[in-house]
């Protein structure tokens, strides 16, 4: 009974999106609908974002916030609730920790490869007392 029932919600769904596609009226009627439901419900839309995208809910990642004191967990600066990333192994899907999008998007830019990060303060430690160049 229940793969009947998914079948039939499958078809709903495509005749739903043909709808949405062929009828312009149709469509900027449903986009309105959207962005008002939306700015109604910022923390439903939250909930839903964090629970789809890494499988946490909204209150865990505020318990989260709370366990680490509003800090980046890499450079423990201090950011207000919401501009905090969810960091998560891309690889497994596991979130480890909250990053500020500096840290987040470091460890991105370095391919969450740990060697490259000693590679770079090596780099960095070399090149440190490097006296200016003449212009």
């Known amino acids: 009974m229940a793969h009947k029932d998914r079948a039939r919600a499958r ?3 495509r005749e739903y999106g043909r709808r ?5 009226a149709y469509l900027a009627k ?4 959207c962005r008002d439901w939306y700015r ?3 923390e ?7 629970r789809r995208r ?3 809910s909204l209150e865990e990642y505020r318990a989260m916030y709370r366990a680490q004191a509003g800090q980046c967990a890499v450079c423990a600066d201090v950011h207000s609730e919401g501009d905090l990333r969810v960091d998560h192994n891309h690889s497994s899907g ?5 990053l500020c999008g500096k840290c987040n998007s470091g460890i991105g830019m370095f391919r969450e490869r740990p060697e490259l990060f000693l590679k770079a303060v090596e ?3 070399a090149h440190q007392n490097l006296p200016p160049e003449d212009a």
Do not use: C, M, T, W
Not at 30 to 33: D, E, G, Q, R, S
Not at 44 to 50: A, E, G, L, V
């Open 94 to 98: 596991r979130v480890r920790s909250l």
């Open 20 to 24: 949405k596609r062929k009828d312009p």
């Open 123 to 125: 780099y960095l430690k």
């Open 30 to 33: 449903f986009n309105a609908a």
């Open 44 to 50: 439903k839309q939250r909930d839903i974002h964090y």
């Open 11 to 13: 078809e709903y769904a």
């Open 40 to 42: 109604r419900n910022p």
């Open 54 to 56: 890494y499988g946490i």
